[in-house]
């Protein structure tokens, strides 16, 4: 009998090892959750003050195209043009629209893949 407990033991050990490190996994997926999540709000954030300017530069473009406008470009305020500046600004949303539509996947298969491993967890 002792021998059949000493043999039964070390898998329930293994059990143990292989609970923590889904334990583990888990808690790792759900960081990871958590950081794309803050960078999907940050962008959307970033996005929405774009949308601001586009649209405040658009109406200053339709009466006056060639009006100063400032811009700050690697910590430096940078004099252009409203018509200089429109243009960069879009390419700009544009790009953060495409990172945001990748990040959303990206959290998407993220979240899809924690799922199944809650369903490790529980069976």
Known sequence: ?????????????RRQLSDQELAQQYQARRSELQ????KIGELESEADEHKLVIETLIE????EPERKCFRLIGGILVERTVKDVLPALQTNMNGL???LEQLVKQYKQKEEE?????RQIAG
């Open 114 to 118: 924690m799922q199944e491993l809650q």
């Open 35 to 38: 950081g794309i999540a803050s």
């Open 60 to 63: 200053a473009q339709k009466a």
């Open 1 to 13: 009998m002792a021998s059949t407990a000493a043999t039964q033991q070390p898998s329930s050990n």
């Open 97 to 99: 629209k495409q990172v």
